[in-house]
């Protein structure tokens, strides 16, 4: 059944790679990079946090001017009931330079089913970004009030967009750039046996 329920997980997560978005007119002007965590598998676990509900992976992408980010982009909760709230903190942080918090969005434009919940047939819900918890830190919550069914569980994911503007500590040269953020919720039909996929994914 895990093994199953994995192949499903991975097919109706997220967009894998990055990609560069088409720059502004102006040649002094900075482009806007777009950064996107890869799928939920096996081969790439969440790394911290404790099960059920609250595990979560970091990425770090070195942009052009050197400067590294790192942020936490893929969220799962594996006990989710639902049309409740799932809170999540998205945090980064800079090496070699500092980031200015520009937006958190909707990712569409890069999906290629251009939505925002997924599976973009049976997934429907709301998100607000809460509290700022600080300068590198933002609160969001997320409510699904449609999920996928599969099996003996349901499923359901959002997919965000963190938007900062990093200028470097050497040459002072702005990027400005979005980081993927994704939140896998997992509702499970304990009474007909459903095992959660939270120990698999995790170390």
Not at 3 to 31: F, M, N, Q, W
Not at 136 to 146: D, Q
Request: glycine share 8%; net charge negative; charged share 20%.
């Amino acid at each position: 059944m895990i093994s199953s329920r994995l192949s499903l997980v991975g097919l109706s997560i997220a967009l894998i790679g990055c990609s560069e978005a088409t720059g502004p007119t102006d040649p002094t002007a900075a482009a806007e990079i777009v950064f996107d965590p890869p799928a939920f598998s096996v081969a790439i676990p969440f790394e911290e946090g404790s099960c059920p509900n609250g595990v979560f992976t970091r990425m770090s992408e070195t942009l052009d001017n050197g400067a590294i980010v790192t942020w936490t982009s893929s969220f799962g909760a594996f006990d989710y009931t639902l049309a409740t709230d799932h809170e999540f903190t998205v945090e980064w942080s800079v090496e070699g330079g500092s980031a200015e918090f520009e937006s958190f969005d909707e990712r569409t434009q890069k999906m290629r089913n251009g939505t925002t919940f997924t599976p973009k047939k049976d997934v429907a819900g709301t998100w607000t970004e809460g509290a700022v918890l600080d300068a590198n830190s933002r609160l969001v919550s997320v409510n699904l009030s449609e999920m996928h069914p599969a099996g003996d569980y349901m499923i359901g994911n959002a997919h965000f967009h963190l938007g900062l503007t990093v200028t470097d500590d050497l040459t002072d040269t702005p990027v400005i750039a979005k980081f993927g953020v994704n939140d896998h919720l997992e509702d499970l039909d304990e009474a007909a046996g459903a095992v959660s996929n939270c120990e698999v994914l995790t170390p």
